[in-house]
């Protein structure tokens, strides 16, 4: 069987993307290697109309509807090659089977490349975060730590103070004067030692022996495509100061023809709104493609 679509991935872009498809009665293979990025979050805040709900529900909830339309495949594992071109691409799944669609939409997401200190990762997504409007509010304005591991984090510094009462923790990266200035104009503290290690509470150990606990953490992480079947297929990837995100047009097609993307992977900034509006809007155009 030849599938009109084959969706990599399905997260919040990808399962969006596979609606339209199946509500313009095409067949659609949806895989899924069932690792979202937001996996570790307790709860998915300020989407409409399921603010608070666990991600992992969230994903569920959307699944069970997309399979009440009988032109859907949900096939559960991770994809390992993808190749062909228009109207005959084939991929690979790690159990051997190989699909075959007319068109091919990448909603992959993204994978982080965390600063490197030291008990930060078991951390990630739990206690430190990389998004105030995910979990800001839920910090009830306590103290805040920002590491300042990236170009970025003294901006970011200065949005948290919307958030609680927030201090800059050096980790690689010193602000300039200039930096210095705004900071303290939205009233963040800087802290002189170097951040050197994390532990659950969160708690920040400074090199000077100071050990300072916050409600929450935030840090810049750098992004990049979680699959490296784009690239392989020839999609331009643009590098950004916040990372790597797949290039796609106004219609969410890549630089191969008949290969969309959508979601994290193709746009920044990231939330699961964005990402299942970007889906929409993708899917859409991929039907129109084939029709037109």
């Not at 993204?110 to 430190?128: A, C, F, N, S, Y």
């Amino acid at each position: 069987m030849t599938f009109d679509v084959i969706v990599i991935g399905g997260g919040p872009a990808g399962q969006s993307a596979a609606l339209q498809l199946l509500r313009a009665r095409r067949s659609v293979a949806v895989v899924d290697a069932g690792r979202p990025r937001n996996r570790r979050a307790a709860h998915a805040q300020g989407f409409f109309t399921r603010d608070g709900t666990p991600p992992g529900s969230l994903l569920e909830i959307s699944r069970a509807q997309l399979e009440r339309y009988g032109t859907l495949e949900w096939v559960e594992g991770g994809a390992v090659a993808a190749s062909g071109e228009m109207d005959g691409f084939r991929v690979e799944l790690a159990g051997g089977r190989v699909l075959e669609g007319r068109r091919l939409v990448f909603a992959v997401g993204v994978r982080d490349d965390l600063p490197e200190i030291e008990g930060l990762e078991p951390l990630w997504g739990r206690e430190v975060f990389h998004c105030p409007y995910c979990h800001g509010y839920e910090l009830e304005r306590g103290d805040i730590g920002v590491i300042g591991s990236s170009e970025l984090s003294a901006h970011v510094a200065e949005l948290i103070t919307e958030w609680g009462e927030v201090t800059f923790l050096p980790a690689g990266a010193v602000p300039t004067p200039e930096q210095v200035a705004a900071l303290a104009a939205r009233g963040v503290r800087v802290e002189d030692a170097e951040l050197v290690r994390l532990e659950s509470g969160p708690v920040a150990h400074l090199a000077d022996g100071r050990a300072l606990r916050f409600a929450g953490l935030f840090a810049v992480s750098r992004v990049w495509p979680a699959s490296p079947l784009p690239q392989a297929m020839g999609c331009a990837v643009e590098e950004t100061p916040m990372g790597g995100v797949l290039v796609v047009d106004a219609m969410g097609a890549t630089s191969v023809a008949g290969v969309f993307s959508c979601g994290d992977a193709a746009k920044q900034p990231h939330s699961i709104a964005l990402a299942v509006g970007q889906g929409a809007f993708t899917g859409a155009a991929v039907h129109r493609s084939l029709v037109f």
